[in-house]
């Protein structure tokens, strides 16, 4: 299996470019985000690399991360989600971005993309948002959220999502940190959350 690519950048397009690997020219389908985050022309680049295979046609894509080429192949295992389209995507979010959408069931800005249509968003978070995995995005909200200084708001959200609450309930019911209350400790920010949660 073709893992990735190392070569001379020869020519980039608008959403293609040509690594020279020995004599070979090889064309590389690649996201604007990857596109725009490659170094100039002549130069060396490795990009990770995933060949498609669509009836009688050949593609092959290029990530400059690894976890974008991850994505890529998860989005493409939605049904109805092609490369190409799977590629728009990654176009206009970047794989942190997207894990929020469909974490977040952000329907709205997937219709937003080109193909991407309201029964196609739906259709990616359903299979989707337990792919991408609630832990890992909490993960990050609280590695975020610390370098922000509101850590205690965010053990209280890590604590509704452990109890079974989607991550857009906790959010809503977690209040932010009141300035008259600096001392106020994540147990009783929870506490505070579960009593809003039990009036809904």
């Not at 020219?25 to 985050?37: E, I, K, M, Q, W």
């Amino acid at each position: 299996m073709l893992e990735f690519l190392q070569g001379e950048l020869l020519s980039k397009s608008t959403n293609s470019v040509v690594v020279k690997v020995g004599g070979w020219g090889c064309r590389l389908y690649v996201s604007a985000l990857t596109l725009g985050g490659l170094p100039s022309l002549n130069e060396i680049v490795t990009l990770y690399t995933h060949l498609s295979f669509r009836e009688d046609q050949f593609s092959l894509f290029g990530f400059q991360k690894s976890e974008e080429k991850d994505t890529f192949i998860t989005l493409t295992s939605v049904s109805g989600i092609g490369p190409k389209l799977a590629l728009s995507i990654l176009s206009k979010y970047s794989v942190p971005d997207l894990k929020r959408v469909i974490v977040l069931e952000d329907t709205t800005a997937l219709v937003g993309i080109s193909g991407v249509g309201k029964k196609t968003a739906d259709r990616i978070i359903l299979e989707l948002k337990d792919k991408i995995g609630k832990q890992e995005f909490v993960d990050f909200t609280l590695t975020q959220e610390k370098k922000e200084g509101i850590d205690v708001r965010s053990e209280a959200v890590a604590g509704l999502l452990s109890l079974g609450y989607s991550l857009m309930e906790a959010q809503k019911a977690v209040p932010y940190q009141d300035p008259a209350e600096p001392n106020i400790t994540a147990e009783e920010m929870l506490r505070k959350a579960l009593r809003q949660l039990a009036k809904y």
